[in-house]
């Protein structure tokens, strides 16, 4: 029987490939993974097949830069402590566009810390953020929201097994870019094909040429499917191939990947944001940094970023490291917090507004 922790020694080279390092989209992810990683093509495939199957990575798929195919936002929700539970349940079980579902705390009464229920939310161009929460807030009785779009994106990765070796105040040598949101449209054909691409992998589909049978699906040839994800791809609507670990939940044998998550905001000047952004995102330990406007009630927190770990405190040492950068580059922050994860679950947002449309006429009925 192979192994099929993350920590095991092979396990953990491929998985420190195969997370977020497989940039856009490439025709034998696999081989790639083998050839970044040093691991031989044939364990590598047996080695994810067997991570899937036993529930250690939780979905193989191509991910998009849906941010450019969808309006999307993060949702801070304010529901009374009883409902919380049932709001969380019907958000993951029943709405397919919203996509982190996370209970959040502070540690202290502090700005927002009443808004205990986060959820990231995607709905397809042509519609409302504004009317999707109106409609929730109906389904689960939360009394009120606060929709966070993002204006500029600087850090978006996984890679947990990377990370856990990471030294507070690890970063690039220069600050990270801002990719700017911007919409693009697809046809028919684009989103046929994006459709089937897009769908998580099976284990048996761990294998040579696994898009032979997603061009199928999309019903053009191999070579027309290529054709339009590599032009995606190009385009920046794909993201990475990545393997994404269960690293809310522990393993089968109780072994966790990550057992904090930590949600840091931080209040800047308007004008610095997309210099203060860069500062902050170019720390390794940063899986997301974002520049969002929360408002008056987060005390018009403008900078969030987003980093796992298994010990709380060392968490709190790499947020101290940041602070520190950001003071020696001369940027004034004058309100910062932390907003721990406690219950939560992840899957993909769906961006389709074929599906969409059906899922409205659901909710309707």
Request: hydrophobic share 40%.
């Amino acid at each position: 029987m192979l192994p099929v922790e993350h920590n095991d020694p092979i396990n953990a080279k491929i998985l420190a490939v195969s997370e977020d390092k497989i940039e856009g989209f490439v025709r034998e992810p696999f081989e790639e993974i083998a050839s970044g990683s040093g691991v031989d093509i044939d364990v590598v495939r047996a080695r994810i097949a067997a991570m899937l199957r036993a529930g250690t990575i939780r979905r193989v798929r191509q991910t998009l830069l849906a941010t450019n195919l969808a309006d999307g936002a993060l949702v801070a929700w304010k529901v009374q402590e009883d409902k919380i539970d049932s709001a969380f349940d019907w958000m993951f079980q029943r709405d397919p566009f919203s996509g982190h579902v996370v209970v959040r705390s502070t540690d202290t009464e502090s700005a927002g810390s009443e808004y205990k229920l986060w959820t990231t939310l995607k709905v397809p161009h042509g519609f409302s953020l504004q009317k999707h929460c109106e409609l929730l807030t109906q389904k689960v009785g939360a009394e009120k929201f606060r929709i966070m779009p993002a204006k500029g994106i600087f850090t978006l990765g996984v890679g947990h097994v990377r990370r856990k070796t990471i030294e507070p105040g690890e970063k690039a040598d220069a600050p990270a870019k801002m990719i700017r949101v911007e919409v693009v449209d697809l046809n028919e054909h684009e989103w046929n094909v994006l459709l089937a691409l897009k769908r998580e992998l099976a284990p048996e589909e761990i294998r040579s040429n696994p898009w032979v049978s997603r061009a199928r699906e999309a019903g053009v040839s191999l070579d027309e499917f290529y054709r339009v994800a590599e032009d995606l791809s190009a385009r920046k609507i794909i993201g990475r191939f990545s393997t994404f670990l269960e690293h809310v939940k522990p393993s089968q044998t109780g072994v966790r990947v990550t057992r904090f998550n930590a949600l840091f905001h931080w209040a800047v000047a308007a004008g610095r944001e997309i210099e203060t952004g860069g500062e902050v995102g170019r720390h390794h330990i940063l899986t997301h940094c974002y520049w969002r406007e929360a408002g008056p009630e987060f005390k018009n927190v403008n900078i969030m970023a987003v980093a796992h770990g298994t010990n709380k405190q060392r968490l709190l040492d790499h947020k101290a490291a940041i602070d520190r950068h950001l003071q020696s580059c001369g940027i004034s922050v004058p309100y910062t917090n932390v907003f721990w994860g406690g219950r939560s679950e992840i899957k993909p947002s769906e961006i389709s507004p074929k599906v969409y449309r059906e899922w409205l006429g659901e909710m309707d009925s």
